[in-house]
């Protein structure tokens, strides 16, 4: 089985292969006005940080904004820009692998708190189930209605929990469209620096 922690990079290896993006997307952007006014903007899995603002941040002067139609985080420090990353948020029309229903998974709109912060977290509801040494089901644990062994949910480092179980976390599978179960996934190297930046309490606004 291909489990969906490899299609991200799959993905990433076709786009560029087809020329979907380029390989430049992968390098930082220096230029962060004409890159957001750019019509690649929301296609871009490039990173803008700016180092000096980055230096300055601390977990008393940063939130964080999040642009759904986008599938974009942004980092600020007082307000400004620091880093603006891509990001995979909740899907509208999410189809279980198991059973094929769509579900409505959408990331909630409105404006939150960071509840939890932990830096190894599994989660509770998605991961493997087994029977013995034998996986025998992969997906929302809720759903599966036989005896099992043991549950083993999925890896979310960086974890900063924003709403019930919705939260913030690093993630393989980045794609510049929703796809998530309501989470807001980013790329390892982004989700480490905005960890490092916020605290529980600090603001998030969804739009």
Known sequence: M????????????????LGLISCA????????PKFVESEKYAESYAVYENEELMEKANKNN?????????????LLVKGEVALDSPTTTGSKKKKDINDGEVRDKRTPRGTFRILEKKEHKQSTIFGK????????????RRKYKKKYDRFEG?????????K???????????????????CIRLPAETAVKVY???KEGTKVKIK
């Open 62 to 74: 940063t939130s964080i904004e999040i642009n759904l139609k986008k599938q974009r985080l942004k």
């Open 129 to 140: 189930i087994y029977k013995g040494e034998e996986e025998v089901y992969y997906g929302d």
């Open 154 to 162: 999925v890896e979310m480092p960086y974890w900063m929990r924003v």
């Open 164 to 182: 019930g179980p919705v939260g913030i976390h690093e993630s393989e599978v980045i794609v510049r469209n929703t796809g998530s179960n309501g």
């Open 196 to 198: 490092s930046k916020v």
């Open 25 to 32: 997307d992968d390098k930082r952007v220096r230029n962060y």
């Open 2 to 17: 291909i489990y969906a922690a490899n299609l991200g990079k799959i993905f990433l290896t076709v786009a560029i292969a």
